[in-house]
């Protein structure tokens, strides 16, 4: 027993090492600020969460891919899916950014609003726009050169411990008249509950998207939503009207990533509607494959993390 520990303690030094090994080579690069392709400014990643069964080598290397007060946060986490979905998001900021950007990437830094929104600090006038969600099995990212952007994702699922005319009923606030008719069209409860995801989702990336948060009139926000989402599927066809009026230059992009999750991207662009992005599904490896270290990797954030329970199903 005390030569597996040994073993093990052996093992976390050398992964110490090589990660700080890495961090001193880039350490003294030159940093340089621009903005890449218009392409890779424009993104939208997807990350399924529930397929990655982390192992304490890869908790090990991204404790040193992201700032202290993000690692701090993670580790508030009670269950492990809540702390691998923020730490995918924290992942998946620093490598758009740093691809979009190409920022050194021990060189990027984070803060946060007054609403929690992070953003680029020490940039000057770089123009990307990026914004993560995370719910259900998946996290998503939706990055954008030049213009502000919203992102929201939905598990389509009945309520926890209610049923759904009383869901309803206790949401019927939130939605105009005219959402709640285009719900109840539908004759099925599941189908019912989909709409109501999907309206959600939308409502969700459009106030992300100005700022606004959970403190906005959600019913004076309404969507008229036309085509039916499918997976693989941009629909962009959904019109926005505030106080009634039509908002022209608001376009929403909407899918299924599968069959359970809805997500909705929001932007304003007076240009005209932009050509449909589709989603990118990564890896684990493909969001550190360019990572750098900013710190020195964090053996007690590692334990903590995957020693972590899964949540209840």
């Known amino acids: 027993?005390?030569?597996c520990m040994v073993n093990k303690q052996i093992k976390r030094n050398k992964i110490v090492m090589e990660i700080l090994t890495q961090r001193n080579q880039y350490t003294n690069s030159k940093q340089s600020i621009y903005l890449g392709t218009m392409d890779q400014a424009n993104a939208r990643w997807a990350f399924n969460a529930s397929k990655w069964t982390p192992t304490f080598e890869q908790i090990m290397?991204?404790?040193?891919?992201i700032q202290p007060e993000e690692k701090q946060r993670i580790s508030k986490y009670v269950f492990q899916d809540d702390a691998k979905s923020s730490l995918i998001g924290r992942l998946m900021l620093?490598?758009?950014?740093h691809t979009t950007t190409l920022l050194e990437y021990q060189n990027i830094s984070f803060g946060r609003d007054g609403r929690g929104k992070p953003y680029l600090i020490g940039t000057g006038d770089i123009t990307v726009n990026f914004n993560?969600?995370?719910q259900g099995d998946y996290v998503v990212l939706g990055g954008s050169e030049g213009k502000?952007?919203?992102?929201d994702?939905?598990?389509?699922?009945?309520?926890?411990?209610?049923?759904?005319?009383?869901?309803?009923r206790i949401m019927r606030r939130q939605f105009s008249d005219?959402?709640?008719k285009t719900i109840y069209s539908y004759f099925k409860e599941s189908e019912q509950i989909a709409c109501f995801y999907r309206m959600w989702c939308l409502k969700e990336s459009y106030v992300k998207n100005i700022g606004l948060g959970i403190t906005v009139a959600l019913n004076e926000i309404s969507f008229n939503v036309k085509s039916e989402l499918k997976v693989g599927e941009i629909t962009m066809d959904t019109k926005l009207y505030v106080r009634n009026c039509l908002k022209e230059n608001w376009f929403f992009e909407e899918t299924f990533i599968d069959d359970k999750h809805a997500v909705a991207v929001s932007y304003e662009d007076d240009n005209g509607q932009r050509n449909p992005l589709t989603y990118k599904f990564l890896s684990y490896d493909d969001l550190v494959k360019e990572a750098k270290p900013l710190v020195a990797p964090d053996a007690e954030f590692a334990n903590n993390f995957v020693q972590k329970k899964v949540k209840p199903q």
């Not at 290397?61 to 891919?65: E, F, I, R, T, V």
């Not at 620093?94 to 950014?97: L, M």
């Not at 502000?148 to 992102?151: D, L, R, S, V």
Request: aromatic residues 14%.
């Open 94 to 97: 620093r490598k758009f950014v």
């Open 153 to 168: 994702l939905m598990k389509i699922e009945p309520p926890a411990n209610k049923n759904i005319p009383e869901f309803f």
């Open 178 to 180: 005219h959402e709640w």
């Open 132 to 134: 993560v969600s995370h």
């Open 61 to 65: 290397a991204a404790s040193s891919y």
């Open 1 to 3: 027993m005390l030569s």
């Open 148 to 151: 502000n952007i919203g992102i």
